[in-house]
């Protein structure tokens, strides 16, 4: 039983971070197309700025919940996607850094320098989740030593690039919403075109990654094993729908808020299809890693549920309450941090 709550709250966490660092990301990977000026990009930053350390906290948990609640799983993801992460972690640690520095000094190569840090900081996490993702629902060619005998390349699949392209795409959308709550005047405007733009786009690409998936993976198996599973991709395009309804309306947070569904049923219906394989192997089905030969003891999982129903509700509130101070619009210099 607790196996399957942690693996539960594994895959909420990683919704999670998808929902909150998700527009992070997107508004960064946006900046060279949308910021036509400096006081332009400066909104840019501060519309993410307030936001993007405590949304990672909530990637910070995702690991953490993988090492303590499935020690196995993570000594192979985490070695065999070394190099993966690595990207991973340098891309995230020079967009964190870009919002600090860029303001600095005054000198307009000092501040491309930073630009093009946030931009690549932005726009190759979402790529590499992506990526990462869809091999994760591939499958890894892991061996009976619960190795991962795969590299770096092995991940540059067809598959897997399309769960990259899908993914800056779902989080330029994201990000553009948010920008659309955050600025005003013609960059609000052009925000809002923008969103409109790559909701088909998005559209596309989701229907394209699942009829990938159907024939590509085993994801599905759990669904049709149990139909009412269904209801995550019927909330998913729900989502969806409603996003597009909303920014044609110009109520922006409730399109937000129906992104914000989507990106969050899209992973899930991710989670629930790997359920309970947490790691595949492509090599032999016996050699996957599941919750129940990879997850840490019972007395261990208990002790870390009590905590995380202390600390998780916490950290929710204040979230919350950091996106409800710091989502006001900007609407002149004064507003400016970074």
Sequence with gaps: ?????????????????????????????????????????????????????????????AGGVTFAAFPQAYATMFSGLYSALMLLLFALILRGVSFEFRGKVESETWRKIWDTCQVLGSF?????????????????PINEAHVNTGGLFDLLNPYGLLGGVFFVAMFCLHGALWLSI??????????????????????????????????????????FKNPHLFLILVAAVAGLVMSRVYLAQGHYWKAWGGSAVFIA?????????????????????????????????????????GVALVFV?????????????????INSEHDLEY
Excluded at 205 to 217: D, H, Q
Excluded at 313 to 329: C, E, G
Aim: aromatic content about 16%.
């Design 313 to 329: 509700p916490l950290v929710i509130a204040y979230q919350t309450w950091s996106l409800m101070t710091f989502s006001k619009a």
């Design 182 to 223: 955050r600025a005003r005047g013609e960059l609000q405007a052009r925000a809002a075109a923008t969103a409109a733009k790559l909701w088909p786009a998005v559209l596309v690409l989701v229907l394209a990654f699942l009829a990938y998936t159907f024939v590509n993976t085993k994801l599905f198996g759990n669904y």
């Design 1 to 61: 039983m607790f196996e399957t709550i942690w693996f539960l709250l594994w895959g909420v966490l990683w919704a999670v971070y998808f929902v909150l660092d998700g527009f992070d990301l997107g508004i960064g990977t946006l900046m060279p197309f949308l910021a036509k000026n400096d006081y332009e990009k400066r909104v840019m930053y501060n519309a993410g700025g307030p936001f993007w350390d405590g949304n990672e906290v909530w990637l910070l948990s």
């Design 124 to 140: 190759l996490p979402a790529l590499l989740l992506g990526v990462a993702f869809a091999n994760l629902f591939h499958g890894l």
């Design 265 to 305: 049923c899209v992973a899930m219906f991710g989670v629930v299809g790997l359920f309970p394989s947490i790691l595949i192997s492509t090599l032999n089905p016996l050699w996957s890693l599941t919750i129940h030969n990879a997850a840490s003891s019972q007395l261990t999982l208990k002790i870390m549920l």
